[in-house]
């Protein structure tokens, strides 16, 4: 599946995982993605898994790879916030029939662990909004 980015595929579960690890870091070798994606995934994948993935990724257009270097170096192509908006834009539409209001709503019953910190930036963001 496409996502609104134009022809940029939308990530599997895998390739944002390794997309959060090039976000956070900002760039990575196969090395660095391979140790931190053994960290936050289940099962550990070999460091061929960890360079087949980059190599896919950077096929999509996913990753960019800088390969002056021995090591090559990845970079994620967009943003966090980039990824999270075209996601969340497909949601809405494709499961809250376009309204954003029933999947604010959706969202917010059902995130009990919200805190109060949480619950402030909401109604900043909401004031903010209707002024």
Do not use: C
């Not at 944002?16 to 994948?45: F, M, P, Y």
């Not at 967009?78 to 376009?98: N, P, V, Y």
């Not at 919200?114 to 909401?126: F, G, M, T, Y």
Request: proline share 2%; glycine share 6%; aromatic share 4%.
């Amino acid at each position: 599946m496409t996502s609104e980015r134009g022809n940029t595929p939308r990530p599997t579960r895998t390739e944002l995982n390794i997309l959060r690890i090039l976000w956070s870091k900002g760039q990575g070798t196969v090395r660095d993605v391979h140790e931190a994606l053994n960290e936050v995934e289940s099962e550990n994948s070999g460091y061929t898994t960890a360079l087949k993935m980059l190599q896919v990724m950077h096929h999509k257009g996913l990753v960019h790879r800088d390969d002056s270097m021995r090591a090559h170096v990845y970079y994620a192509v967009t943003s966090k916030e980039d990824t999270q908006s075209s996601f969340l834009a497909d949601l809405k539409i494709r499961l809250f029939d376009g309204s954003t209001s029933e999947l604010v709503m959706q969202a917010l019953g059902n995130a009990p662990e919200a805190d109060q910190q949480q619950l402030e930036k909401i109604r900043v963001l909401i004031s903010e909004m209707e002024d």
